[in-house]
């Protein structure tokens, strides 16, 4: 497999879900071995932020990468459809400190690049996978990366205290074709118990449920409902895929989660990232 880029340049621009912020998008094609890079052009001379890792900054409710003082938030859903659909090489422009979040899915940034298309590059694709498993677990949140033949997720979903979402559970392996059609169209939920007092406190400054599913009691706020009727773990499997993408290459591990969240993954991913080992 060789590396890949964007055939041209894709622009865009939508609200940031946090921050509220106007931002503004350029994807730019970039050359092989460069990896994803944010490129903050709002700031005195737009510094870059690689999408790696240890370059997390915090994963609170939303994964945020920096470098200094220079940062990017909510960058899991745009990284999950990178991911997926194999783009190895790409220069993200940035007019501000927050991705867009549109539909809170991946959605329209699969249909953005599918749309462009990708052109492959002369050096090839290095596929990582495992020697042993790694864990990483916290209370009554686990996740397990073991050794696999190709790259494959079983998730895991348990609220108890939501008469609606109760638990779901989703395994399969992820393809590109597999993610676009089940994975990118599901959209970030919240119980309005919880979001309420984010918009209160002024946390969520762009909260609308055209960002996402609100979950009150035992029914969906959302007039159109639920894309899939387990919608929310296939989110949770997104973001999984959004924070692992970070480690920067193509995986063939089968991860293994239960309740985990941003935090978690990025653990796991840490671990994971000193015993990855290439094919």
């Excluded at 290095?126 to 916290?138: D, G, H, K, W």
């Excluded at 397990?144 to 997720?153: C, G, N, Y």
């Excluded at 309005?192 to 406190?201: F, G, H």
């Excluded at 089968?254 to 990855?276: C, D, E, R």
């Amino acid at each position: 497999m060789m590396q890949t880029t964007l055939r041209q340049e894709i622009s865009f621009c939508g609200k940031a879900l946090f921050t509220g912020a106007d931002a503004a998008v350029k994807l730019l094609p970039a050359k092989a071995g460069t990896g994803i890079i944010f490129r903050r052009v709002d700031l005195p001379l737009s510094p870059e932020i690689p999408a790696k890792t240890e370059n997390v900054q915090e994963a609170i409710r939303s994964t945020k990468i920096g470098v200094g003082a220079a940062t990017v938030q909510t960058v899991e859903h745009f990284m999950a459809a990178v991911f997926a659909l194999g783009v190895d090489n790409l220069i993200v422009e940035l007019s501000g400190p927050e991705m867009p979040i549109f539909d809170g899915s991946s959605l329209f940034f699969i249909e953005q690049i599918a749309n462009i298309g990708l052109v492959e590059q002369e050096a090839k694709k290095e596929v990582y996978t495992l020697n042993q498993p790694c864990y990483f677990s916290s209370g009554d949140m686990h996740l397990v990366a073991l050794p696999s033949e190709d790259f494959r997720i079983s998730y895991t979903l348990h609220y108890p205290q939501s008469p609606y979402l109760q638990s779901q559970y989703f395994s399969g392996a992820i393809t590109s074709d597999v993610f676009c059609r089940e994975i990118a169209p599901c959209r970030t939920f919240t119980l309005y118990e919880d979001v309420l007092p984010l918009i209160q406190k002024g946390i969520l400054k762009n909260a609308a449920l055209e960002h996402g599913v609100v979950i009150d009691g035992n029914r969906v706020l959302n007039p159109e409902g639920v894309r899939f009727g387990d919608e929310m773990v296939r989110h949770k499997v997104l973001d999984l895929i959004g924070d692992i993408a970070l480690l920067g290459s193509p995986l063939q591990v089968h991860l293994i989660g239960v309740k985990t969240g941003h935090a978690a993954n990025h653990a796991i991913a840490g671990q994971m990232q000193k015993i990855l080992r290439k094919k």
